[in-house]
């Protein structure tokens, strides 16, 4: 069985209070990069294309610095520098930025993703894009958008039918294989209407109810985990392509309507 942490609701506010001056923190280290003329290094190789930056590196050790001052005891995962345990259970899970290749084409489609995980699951995320200065927040089975001016609570919407969804997923083929890819197509065949791109952006426009259902594959923990108690506590659902728990990521589906998420499930746990 998992050790986790009980955190009262006044310890979660002063914890999503901390993750959002992380937020801050890495948004100083990003943006000076963002539309700038910036190395991209292959961390795959020959293997394929898995691009990092300065930016990405730069973030993630200034939100490491941050924890480390205020939580000594605190884990770390994160994308960039791998997995430092803690003393005590609650683990940050970090991608700094979680789009680069929107980032290095210039597309405002990217953000920074913070999790804390309480050992057993994430209980707090933020999804923070400096740039359009937007910044979801999710703990406590609510979410919040805050922008120029000032937070706001969000809600998925209604939509139980697939034919009247809107679908989105980052890439038709560059994450699938030819069996998630023909799931995947399927599903686009019968939504309203199908979009490409937007990896975290995507799933903040459907805690803001502006799309319906999000449906991904090869994600890794920090890809998700802070886009889950967001989606969650807007209201959506979010799980594997089988119905379980997504926090270890892999195949993802997000939806804004539990009917849809149900329906969308029983067509993609055979795939």
């Known amino acids: 069985m998992s050790t986790h942490v009980e955190l009262s609701i006044g310890e979660l506010q002063d914890l999503a209070a901390f993750?959002?001056?992380?937020?801050?923190?890495?948004?100083?280290?990003?943006?000076?990069?963002?539309?700038?003329?910036?190395?991209?290094?292959?961390?795959?190789?020959?293997?394929?294309?898995?691009?990092?930056?300065?930016?990405?590196?730069?973030?993630?050790?200034?939100?490491?610095?941050r924890i480390e001052e205020r939580f000594p005891d605190?884990?770390?995962?994160?994308?960039?520098?791998?997995?430092?345990?803690?003393?005590?259970?609650?683990?940050?899970v970090l991608d700094p930025i979680?789009?680069?290749?929107?980032?290095m084409c210039g597309m405002a489609q990217w953000g920074t993703l913070i999790a804390l995980n309480d050992g057993d699951r994430p209980i707090l995320g933020v999804l923070?894009?400096?740039?359009?200065?937007?910044?979801?927040?999710?703990?406590?089975?609510?979410?919040?958008?805050?922008?120029?001016?000032?937070?706001s609570p969000i809600r998925t919407r209604n939509c139980a039918a697939l034919k009247d969804a809107i679908l989105t997923t980052t890439s038709p083929s560059g994450y699938f294989t030819d069996s998630e890819k023909a799931a995947f197509f399927d599903l686009a065949g019968h939504a309203r209407l199908t979009r490409y791109g937007g990896d975290c952006?995507?799933?903040?426009?459907?805690?803001?109810?502006?799309?319906?259902?999000?449906?991904?594959?090869?994600?890794?923990?920090?890809?998700?985990?802070?886009?889950?108690?967001?989606?969650?506590?807007?209201?959506?659902?979010?799980?594997?392509?089988d119905g379980k728990d997504a926090s270890q990521g892999g195949r993802v589906v997000a939806a804004g309507d539990a009917h849809l998420h149900a329906a969308v499930v029983d067509r993609l746990r055979s795939a």
């Open 201 to 241: 952006y995507a799933y903040g426009l459907l805690a803001l109810g502006m799309i319906d259902l999000t449906v991904e594959a090869a994600l890794k923990p920090w890809d998700i985990q802070a886009l889950i108690p967001i989606v969650e506590g807007a209201g959506g659902r979010i799980t594997t392509w």
């Open 74 to 92: 605190h884990g770390v995962l994160g994308e960039e520098f791998g997995a430092t345990p803690g003393r005590s259970p609650l683990t940050w």
């Open 128 to 151: 923070d894009q400096p740039y359009m200065q937007e910044r979801w927040i999710g703990y406590g089975g609510k979410a919040h958008l805050r922008t120029c001016d000032g937070l």
């Open 19 to 65: 993750a959002e001056e992380l937020a801050d923190v890495a948004g100083q280290a990003i943006l000076p990069y963002f539309r700038k003329p910036i190395d991209v290094d292959n961390k795959l190789g020959a293997a394929g294309f898995d691009p990092v930056t300065e930016a990405d590196r730069r973030a993630e050790q200034a939100i490491r610095r």
């Open 98 to 103: 979680d789009g680069t290749r929107a980032f």
